[in-house]
Structure formats: C-alpha cells, structure tokens
C-alpha cells in the first residue's frame, strides 16, 4: 500500500513558477515508477511527466516539455515537479500517481493517486 500526499500548489502570474511535491509512505516508494498528471474544469485527466523508479527514463506531455522537470529522491520518498514558465492554460488540479511500470503511468493506469492540489496560473 502506498499513499500519496501533494503540496506545492498555488496561485501565480503567467510566466512564474512552482514547485509541486509528493511525498509517498511504505517503504517500495523506490521500487514504483511515478507520475504527474493534471485535470483543468471540464477536461480529462491528461498526463504531464512520467519517471522510472530508477530515475533514468523520463517522459513529458508536448505541452510542458521544456518547460516542467520531474525527479524523484528516494531517500525521502518524494516526488517532485518543478513548473517555469507557467501558463493560464497550465490552470488544473495537479495528481502524482505511483505505478508498477512507467509503461502503466503514460497509459493513465496509476495503481496509487494522490488527492490533488490546484495550480492557478493568472494572465
């Protein structure tokens, strides 16, 4: 059983920054691959970044890429996603997801999720 807490989400101008955390409990955090994804009102959920439980491969959304930056550490059983560059569009209620496979998190299959926390992006 893992549970997933976020924090980091806010209200920023366009072209700000945010840094949002998720800290994972049990002690197979290492052993998971995690993601981010994100829900605007009225949309589907849509993912935003994928990293392996490794930490060599990550994926990113078209949309952020160059933009977001997702790690992880481990040795604190957090997962993070550093957004520059923000946008209203950006505007969504932000979810981390913790899976068997990254294979699972870039086809939306998370087998733990967080309760989410909102990005606000003003123009």
């Known amino acids: 059983q893992v549970q997933l807490v976020e924090s980091g989400g806010g209200l920023v101008q366009a072209g700000g920054s945010l840094r949002l955390s998720c800290a994972a409990s049990?002690?197979?955090?290492?052993?998971?691959?995690m993601g981010w994804f994100r829900q605007a009102p009225g949309k589907e959920r849509e993912f935003v970044a994928a990293?392996?439980?490794?930490?060599?491969?990550?994926d990113y959304a078209d949309s952020v890429k160059g933009r977001f930056t997702i790690s992880r550490d481990n040795t604190k059983n957090t997962v993070y996603l550093q957004m520059n560059s923000l946008k209203p569009d950006d505007t969504a209620v932000y979810y981390c997801a913790a899976a068997q496979s990254r294979g699972s998190i870039l086809n939306g299959k998370g087998d733990y999720w967080g309760q989410g926390t909102q990005v606000t992006v003003s123009s």
């Open positions: 049990g002690r197979t955090f290492s052993s998971y691959a």
């Open positions: 990293k392996s439980w490794s930490g060599v491969n990550t």
